[in-house]
């Protein structure tokens, strides 16, 4: 031992001091001393160890350290302390809990050693403890300041990917998507949901859509939807709030509360979905033990408050996903308007390609079930009563309802349906749940009640059809239940729809009463039906042209004479009233001719040299010709006009009569040329204008090969029967001129 002496104190000295201290500083140290044989039975203690304790030395000599220690410590001194002693022969800093008399815990760290004799057992077992409160309490704060820090990494890691995966998002659902599952693994919850605040219809009171949930179980889920309906979400402030399964709830949600604890779910947390402080919906999970948590840290029924960092991880997210909501709604609207300009921009021109009324209906409805709806049903006012002109349905197999249902027109119909309601009341009707009470009202009778049931409708817009201050009709749409009832938006589409529908009706009908006047008009001009002659069999026709309202100048003529025919075709250039004007004036001229029997040729000489006295306007093409019936004897001129067509024994050929100036152009040097033949019993010649063989995707001479092929094949020679072939092969539902037909037969 190395000491200091010489030094003395008041109380007997440094010397004395030193003579005692082996055995003072073992019983007095600032550390506990305790000796224990195999097994832990305590044989020595010093004072200090005794005092930790709060025990008197005779009652801790004898019994075993183990029972010192907490039930913790005892379990770890048995499984790791004595097998790690007896294998290492020393431990170092052993961090154990003693058990005071009073019942309170000392940390301490213990350093041990094992005396083995010369054999190697174990002889005695000495040990050291040091009291660890103070570091014991600086590794806790330690420990917490660590696991705080990796919670709020953890915090930080799941807010980065939250606005990560939220900056992809282009729709609600991909927003909603995102938000549960991030915040449900956030906070280890056993389920979430997020529901988003609706518009109102009609200025009503905003409603809440549940846009997507996760891990909810389907009672719960039920229990949950009925709590939203029912206010429970928006009656809480704006801020997180929890909601705990206890008594309170049981007596305000009965109902939820006994699904929470079914679910075994003890907490729900409600975080509002913000942005610029207006709420936008909410977020909701629901914590509790999950399925295969075996043990719980957790007295039952108690939970402790969400720590306030989660409060603010939630408050953050909430707002994230309300501004994640907001673009995700503008690039929806902005989505949606560019649908709705497309599809009202393809209805337009397909509407400005319609020929009429019908097919301009006809379009439409087709257009709006591809697109718009799964019903649409189209009533348009005529002059004899409203009358339905399309009715179409999205399911091929459905489309026979609407056959029936086309049958039955609008004045059969209730008061109460809305197409009625429409178009008496000029403005639109939406029906936005059409229970079985409504179609009961709408409906007439028991089988118009089962085919509006058989539809399965969930909505009903009716749109009247308005132009120029005239109510001209009504345009229906439907959905059924698979596609859902109508949204705001698709009102307004349909009633662009309708207004688009309306104004083409509107000039359709204007152009349909044009047409058939002008027509009209034109039939006015052209001779009766072909006078009886024996001996011949004759046939015409006139097809006005498709394409405009004017009249045309086309016209045809059958003369009976005293020993023949005189017959005449032509086409007055122009299509308009001045060309109709012109052919009504140079039919009467001609007739006027014929009382002195001229000669064709002759005929065109006599107009040529008189067409500036008559005050024709227009130039003309034309063709006279004479038959005698009993001889056959026929003689031809043409002024500018297509060769006539004759059919013998089968075959087809164009007559040679040459032609000379248009009626109306400067006289030419010589008379016209006249053909002369005999036409045979049996042969049928055709007269015909240039719209019959030249169109706008054709040339004439193409056209007049393919009247060729067709007057040939065509196995006929009566003249009605060649004229109604001749027209099928040639024509179409569309012309751009008209057509005027004469056939003749020498019977």
């Keep these: 031992m190395i000491a200091v002496v010489g030094g003395t104190d008041g109380e007997g000295g440094l010397d004395r001091l030193l003579d005692e201290d082996p055995a003072d500083l073992y019983e007095n140290a600032p550390m506990g001393y305790f000796s224990a044989v195999p097994g832990g039975r305590v044989v020595k203690a010093n004072r200090t160890f005794c005092a930790w ?191 705990p399964l206890d008594e309170a709830l049981h007596r305000s949600r009965p109902g939820l509360a006994a699904a929470m604890a079914r679910a075994a779910v003890t907490e729900l947390v409600v975080v509002p979905v913000t942005a610029d402080s207006r709420q936008l919906g909410v977020l909701a999970l629901v914590l509790g033990e999950g399925v295969g948590d075996l043990i719980s840290l957790h007295e039952p029924g108690e939970r402790p408050p969400l720590p306030e960092a989660d409060v603010d991880l939630l408050r953050t997210i909430g707002r994230q996903a309300g501004q994640a909501l907001e673009r995700a709604r503008l690039h929806e609207e902005t989505s949606r308007q560019a649908e709705r300009a497309a599809f009202l921009l393809e ?77 008496a009341e000029g403005r639109t009707q939406w029906v936005r749940s059409p229970d079985d009470a409504y179609l009961r009202r709408i409906t007439v009778d028991e089988q118009h009640l089962a085919i509006s049931r058989a539809l399965e409708l969930a909505g009903l817009v009716a749109v009247p059809l308005v132009a120029d201050g005239r109510r001209l009709g009504v345009v229906t749409f439907g959905a059924d239940r698979a596609r859902g009832s109508f949204t705001a938006a698709d009102v307004e589409m349909a009633e662009q729809l309708g207004l688009q529908l309306a104004l083409v009706v509107a000039k359709a009908q204007r152009y349909d009463l044009e047409v058939r006047t002008s027509h009209e008009l034109q039939a006015s001009l052209l001779p009766a039906s072909p006078p009886e002659v024996p001996g011949l069999g004759i046939a015409v026709r006139y097809l006005p042209a498709t394409y405009g309202v004017e009249v045309g100048g086309d016209f045809y003529d059958v003369v009976p004479l005293a020993d023949h025919v005189a017959l005449a075709v032509g086409d007055v250039v122009g299509h308009d009233i001045t060309a109709a004007a012109s052919m009504g004036q140079l039919g009467s001229v001609y007739r006027a001719l014929l009382v002195d029997g001229p000669a064709p040729s002759a005929v065109i000489d006599r107009l040529q040299a008189s067409w500036s006295l008559l005050g024709l306007q227009r130039m003309a093409t034309a063709l006279f010709a004479s038959l005698a019936p009993a001889t056959g004897q026929l003689r031809m001129a043409s002024a500018g006009h297509l060769p006539p067509l004759l059919l013998s024994g089968g075959t087809a050929s164009y007559l040679p009569v040459v032609p000379t100036r248009m009626l109306g152009a400067p006289p030419a040097p ?53 004229l109604d072939r001749v027209l099928a092969e040639l024509t179409g539902p569309h012309r751009g001129d008209d057509i005027a037909l004469l056939a003749l037969t020498r019977r």
């Design 53 to 243: 304790l709060g025990r008197p030395a005779e009652e801790v000599l004898g019994a075993r350290f183990q029972d010192f220690l907490t039930p913790g410590g005892q379990v770890y001194a048995e499984t790791h302390l004595l097998p790690l002693l007896r294998m290492q022969g020393a431990v170092r800093e052993i961090a154990l809990d003693l058990r005071r008399a009073d019942g309170s815990v000392l940390p301490c760290l213990v350093n041990a050693v094992e005396v083995r004799d010369d054999a190697g057992a174990a002889v005695l077992l000495r040990a050291t403890v040091f009291e660890a409160t103070a570091r014991r309490r600086y590794e806790r704060d330690l420990l917490a300041a660590r696991r705080a820090a990796e919670e709020s990494e953890a915090r930080s890691r799941v807010l980065q990917h939250v606005v990560s995966d939220l900056a992809a998002t282009v729709s609600v659902e991909d927003v909603a998507t995102v938000i549960v599952q991030r915040s449900r693994a956030a906070l280890r919850a056993r389920g979430a949901a997020l529901v988003v605040v609706v518009d109102g219809e009609e200025g009503g009171a905003p409603g809440l859509r549940f846009v997507r949930t996760d891990g909810l179980p389907p009672t719960l889920l039920e229990e949950f939807r009925a709590t939203v309906d029912r206010g429970l979400v928006r009656e809480l402030p704006l801020g997180v709030r929890s909601v």
């Design 670 to 722: 010589t008379p016209a040329v006249e053909w002369a033949g005999v036409l045979a019993a049996g042969d049928t010649l055709l007269l015909y204008t240039d719209g019959l063989v030249e169109s706008r995707t054709a040339d004439v001479d193409e056209g007049m090969d393919r009247l060729l092929q067709v007057a040939a094949s065509a196995g006929t020679s009566e003249p009605d029967e060649l």
């Design 347 to 423: 209805a337009a021109r397909l509407l400005a390609g319609a020929a009429d009324v019908t097919e301009t209906v006809e379009r439409l409805a087709a257009l709006a079930v591809e697109r718009l709806a799964d019903v649409c049903v189209i009533d348009l006012v005529t002059e004899v009563g409203t009358r339905r002109t399309a009715a179409r349905h999205r399911d091929p197999a459905r489309q026979r309802l609407l056959d029936e249902l086309r049958a039955r027109q609008l004045p059969q119909r209730s008061d109460d349906h809305p197409s009625v309601r429409a178009l």
